[in-house]
């Protein structure tokens, strides 16, 4: 008779289980944010959670905001497993990661650390979600995290939410989330981390730090001004602008919006000697012209507006390649990559050496600009 | 089993209930005895049609049929018989030996109205009554084919329930009506007092949820269900008409679905199934989410989910099925009540008690808002059978909700699922066309697709 044995069977499904795990949601200490830094007193390891503290999020009735709607517990340890453990010594609602947004680390802690034995924890609790993006800072990690962000109610969901801007300028980079960063240290790449500052106590995006591949630690920044040339070599250039001062435009300046963007690697191998070049193709809108002479009805006219929008681009990426390639010698761009895929054979026997060959290899910058529009309206029709 | 009738007894029998009128007419020594219920009896009729023909009757010319030209006259043989049809109206005629019965029946009957538990905007607004004639004829209005066929059943040991079948010709499967048929006379009770009861005595799936058999008051539905091959099952004194065999499918298709056009009513017929789904799983998932699966709600929902929940000094379940039962002690309060005090209920319990708790700080208000949208879904199921068996399984849900989260709330739609799809409704599988799977048939389930032009039904 199996089915007088599958009803029992399914009512014990149910019943003998029981409900262990329950917690209703406003018992569970919801963590927006965490904060990892070093405790240089006594030689340990420091994690702030970011609490949600839901009675204080003010409601459309009482707008009078006293006080902040979270709640910073910093402590330190020997391991980050102890120090979350430890938090419900001071807070009656147990950690709850599942809502973690951004995790903010100092560069003194990946200094110190490697980033691999960092990040262990969250990729092997299985509570934390491996799309949580990592950032990385100079300043104290618990001033950042104690600002007030005005129009969100926490800082670490603005640091996150900064970051989805990047396709509106791209000095801002793109996310790099934990997951990310479990790939590229077990693929044993160097990589940067988006770096963020404390700007007159208001959250930054300011540039990114670099992780290098070997000792797995913090070497060196990238300062806001070299990410473009940065996020021209990730292909990671969805919109933003481009600015054309006078030094390269006689008639300016100019203010070009970039519609979309395309990097193609191309690599050679020539003796044994990697070459590779980069064709990066750029649609773009004329946004704002401050020059006076220029009529859009004449045919040409962008001819040379095309021209500086080249050399400005090309700069740019030459300047991060020099970066890489003179002042850290570290692949952090991961250019690797293609040599990786395009040829895999030379790739298999100089793996090995590559921060060796990378400082010397050639590389190619080739922009091609298009100016596909010119908005609404024009001055200077006659 | 014929047995002898002793008229004299009968007579003694029935002059004992001062209901029967027993009239004697002595027509040139040869006694002829009316008898006759004047409660359910055209009395005017007996005066016209019996007794005056009577009088001018000769008992020597011709024998008695001869004297009523326009009433049929049965010949009784049987006691039983005596008692049926008097009881159904009919006026009994004892010469000698001999019992005639003439039909002058006149129960009390309501009019046609249109049905309160059915509504349509467009399409017939009238509705069965309790009179097996009238229903028939009523049906008879919105069915003019010679196909349509009937069969007289009589039910009841103690009080006879007259049972009528219909189905039309050449449409209908001949197993299924084998299999109503064998049901019905199967059928040992000793008193039916209305269709529900039939219903039940007729299912065969008694510890199932889920109707076997369809109830309507619409003789539209009835026509249409017939044509497509299902039999009606009418109960004498019961507006509600049976319809077997029954599909999920069928139990939420309504007649404004064919009355208007397609692509309008394909869509409200989705948002109906939705409804449906959403009543049965609302409460159970917002319990699961909010007290197991907290990573699942985005984080500004959860933030505020949390928020609204601060205070609340009954756990989430709790507090659902407290809800629930308010909403369905509500509900039934509102069925009872009379007219009039109606509307009251609907304040008190929507505005006092909703409101009230929530400002008391006794249940979060996305709580409220949660369990009166998913009453409000099921609202929209027209069939209260259907609404009562999945309002039932709403409340299973969220005991597995509570106990297990999602992976309980799984298990238990497998159970309903495994349930649904081993249920047969007169050897018709209930999900039918969704399981077994028949795509041509999708044509009129989730969606209602156009009408074929041109000599086609809708399948």
Redesign the interface.
């Known amino acids: 008779m199996p089915r007088k044995i599958i009803f029992p069977g ?1 009512v014990m ?3 003998l ?3 262990w ?6 018992d ?1 200490g ?1 963590i ?1 944010g965490m904060g990892l830094d070093v405790d240089e007193e006594n030689d340990e390891l420091t994690m702030i959670n970011q609490y ?1 503290v ?2 204080k ?1 003010p ?1 459309q009735q009482s707008s009078s905001q006293q006080s902040v709607p979270y709640q910073n517990i910093s402590q330190s340890g020997k391991t980050f497993f102890e120090i979350i453990r430890d938090n419900s010594l001071e807070s009656n609602r147990p950690p ?1 990661y ?2 973690l ?1 951004s995790i903010l680390a100092s560069t003194t802690l990946f200094e110190k650390e490697r980033a691999d034995k960092v990040i262990d924890l969250f990729i092997r609790d299985h ?1 934390f ?1 491996r799309t949580t993006p990592v950032y990385l800072t100079r300043d104290p990690v618990l001033d950042i995290l104690s600002t007030d962000p005005a129009k969100e ?1 926490f800082p670490s ?1 603005q640091i996150k939410s900064l970051s989805e801007n990047s396709n509106k300028n791209n000095k801002n980079p793109t996310n790099l989330t934990i997951g990310d960063m479990s790939q590229l240290i077990s693929e044993m790449k160097s990589f940067l981390i988006p770096g963020i500052t404390l700007n007159e106590g208001k959250i930054k995006s300011s540039g990114a730090a670099i992780i290098e591949a070997e000792s797995s630690k913090y070497v060196g920044w990238i300062d806001i001004e070299d990410m473009e040339g940065v996020r021209y070599i990730h292909n990671t250039v969805q919109g933003g602008f481009l600015y054309l001062d006078e030094e390269v435009i006689d008639d300016g300046p100019i203010a070009l919006e970039i519609k979309g963007s395309k990097t193609k690697f191309k690599t050679k191998v020539s003796g044994d000697e990697p070459e590779m070049t980069f064709q990066i193709k750029t649609s773009t809108v004329l946004a704002e012209d401050w020059g006076t002479g220029r009529n859009v009805y004449n045919k040409g006219w962008k001819k040379e507006i095309e021209d500086a929008a080249n050399k400005v681009i090309q700069e740019k990426v030459e300047r991060v390649l020099k970066l890489a390639q003179q002042e850290y010698q570290i692949d952090f761009l991961n250019v690797s990559k293609w040599v990786h895929i395009h040829e895999p054979r030379y790739w298999k026997e100089h793996e090995k050496e590559w921060s060796e060959i990378f400082p010397d290899m050639t590389f190619k910058v080739e922009v091609t600009t298009e100016i596909t529009d010119f908005g609404t309206q024009n001055f200077n029709t006659e | 089993m014929d047995q002898t009738l002793d008229i004299d007894q009968i007579l003694r029998e029935k002059q004992k209930n001062h209901h029967v009128t027993i009239k004697k007419l002595d027509l040139e020594n040869h006694p002829v005895h009316v008898i006759y219920i004047p409660a359910i009896t055209d009395t005017k009729q007996v005066q016209d049609a019996i007794l005056l023909p009577l009088q001018e009757w000769n008992h020597k010319e011709s024998p008695l049929p001869h004297a009523f030209s326009a009433e049929p006259l049965l010949q009784l043989e049987k006691k039983n018989d005596i008692d049926r049809y008097l009881l159904d109206g009919y006026t009994l005629l004892f010469e000698q030996k001999t019992v005639y019965a003439v039909d002058t029946s006149r129960f009390a009957y309501r009019s046609i109205q249109e049905p309160v538990s059915e509504m349509t905007l467009r399409g017939s607004r009238d509705g069965f009554i309790e009179s097996l004639e009238q229903n028939v004829a009523l049906l008879r209005v919105h069915l003019r084919t010679t196909d349509l066929k009937f069969e007289e059943f009589t039910v009841g040991t103690r009080s006879f329930t007259n049972i009528s079948i219909a189905y039309v010709d050449h449409s209908v499967n001949e197993e299924l009506l084998k299999d109503v048929r064998a049901r019905i006379n199967a059928v040992q009770e000793d008193y039916i007092p209305d269709g529900g009861v039939m219903e039940q005595l007729l299912e065969k799936n008694n510890y199932s949820l889920f109707p076997e058999i369809q109830e309507t008051e619409r003789p539209t539905k009835v026509s249409s269900a017939l044509v497509e091959g299902k039999v009606a099952i009418f109960v004498e004194g019961s507006p509600s008409v049976l319809l077997a065999p029954t599909t999920l499918n069928s139990l939420f298709q309504q007649a404004d679905d064919y009355n208007f056009k397609w692509i309008p009513a394909s869509l409200i017929r989705l948002l109906r199934f939705m409804a449906a789904f959403l009543s049965v799983m609302l409460p159970s998932v917002y319990i699961s989410l ?3 699966h ?2 699942l ?1 985005p ?1 500004d929902l ?6 609204t ?4 000094p009954i ?2 379940f709790m507090e659902a099925l407290i809800m629930q039962l308010t909403i369905e002690t509500l509900r039934e309060a509102g069925i009872r009540l009379p007219k009039p005090i109606g509307p009251a209920v609907s304040i008190v319990g929507a505005i006092v008690l909703g409101e009230a708790a929530v400002t008391a700080g006794i249940v979060s208000p996305l709580m409220v808002i949660v369990v009166s949208f998913a009453a409000i879904c099921s609202f929209t199921i027209a069939d209260y059978a259907l609404s009562l068996a999945l309002r039932t399984i709403s409340f299973v849900m969220l ?2 909700a ?4 999602i992976y ?1 709330l799984i ?1 238990a739609v497998f ?1 309903v699922s495994i349930h649904l799809i081993h249920l047969q409704s007169f050897s018709v599988p209930y999900l039918e066309p969704f399981a077994p799977f028949y795509v041509k048939r999708w044509k009129d389930s989730l969606i209602r697709f156009k009408l074929k032009k041109g000599g086609g039904r809708i399948e």
């Open positions: 399914l499904l149910f019943v289980t029981g409900c795990d329950i917690k209703e949601i406003e569970v919801i927006t949600v839901p009675g999020i409601t709850n599942t809502h947004k509570e979600r109610f969901i | 909010i007290s197991y907290h990573g709600i984080t959860a933030i505020s989910i949390a928020k929940r601060e205070g609340v756990p989430s005991f597995a509570a106990f297990l989260g309980g298990l159970v």
